[in-house]
């Protein structure tokens, strides 16, 4: 069972450029959870994503973020007009939630660079 | 919301040695896991430790929820444990999202 994919693993984007990360969750999971590491620091919540819905998203930036976890295909993290203090790793996490609470698998993220 | 505090941030062992990490958290958990991520990154997944005890190899955790705090046990620690040992809770705020809270770390290093 292939693990939760993220791709691509670097990205370089020059400030004012649109980055845009996939993630793919483990095979059977239908949850999957968005968080930013800055550098030095620990990992922050950003949006929680089931099939087709946001349930919650009270961790992204009000402004040029989104992200969508269509029917189909990978779920999508969506950064427009990049700026400097995007610099970050992203990382993806899926869980099964069949119980109340279940352990999240995470992915090897994405280091974004803007220039 | 839950806050997660770990100790300690910093952490310098010869190898060989044995170390205990330190997690406390400020309300009740239903999601407690601990991570390593490794020097390229990486975000291992450890343990899925609400409550109890569990081992794996060298490792154990142990989470005491009515104290509210986990502590990871490292025996025998090797070179290749070097890197940032991660707490993050979930407390299960009514109508949460079971979003993980992460503490900011414990920077382990094992020297040859």
């Known amino acids: 069972n292939a693990g939760v994919m993220q791709n691509p693993r670097h990205l370089v984007r020059r400030r004012g450029q649109e980055a845009r990360l996939r993630c793919s969750p483990m095979?059977?999971?239908?949850?999957v959870y968005w968080y930013r590491q800055l550098p030095e620091e620990g990992l922050k919540f950003m949006v929680y994503?089931?099939?087709?819905?946001?349930?919650?998203e009270s961790g992204m930036p009000k402004e040029r973020f989104s992200a969508e976890f269509p029917k189909e295909g990978p779920s999508i993290l969506r950064i427009q007009q990049v700026v400097r203090g995007d610099s970050a790793a992203y990382f993806c996490?899926?869980?099964?939630?069949?119980?109340?609470?279940?352990?999240?698998?995470f992915g090897p993220g994405t280091r974004l660079t803007v220039l | 919301g839950i806050q997660v505090e770990q100790s300690p941030p910093d952490l310098i062992l010869q190898e060989g040695a044995n170390s205990t990490l330190r997690c406390n958290f400020s309300?009740?958990?239903?999601?407690l896991q601990w991570f390593h991520q490794n020097p390229w990154g990486q975000l291992i997944n450890l343990f899925y430790?609400?409550?109890g005890t569990k081992q794996n190899g060298r490792l154990s955790a142990t989470t005491v929820a009515t104290e509210r705090y986990s502590l990871l046990y490292i025996s025998s620690s090797q070179t290749t444990d070097s890197g940032v040992y991660f707490c993050?809770?979930?407390?299960?705020?009514?109508?949460?999202?079971?979003?993980?809270?992460f503490g900011k770390g414990t920077k382990l290093t094992v020297n040859p």
């Open positions: 996490a899926s869980s099964p939630r069949i119980r109340y609470s279940d352990t999240q698998y």
């Open positions: 095979k059977g999971h239908s949850h």
């Open positions: 994503l089931q099939k087709e819905n946001i349930i919650d």
């Open positions: 309300d009740s958990v239903n999601n």
């Open positions: 430790i609400p409550s």
């Open positions: 993050a809770a979930w407390g299960g705020e009514q109508g949460g999202s079971e979003k993980l809270v």
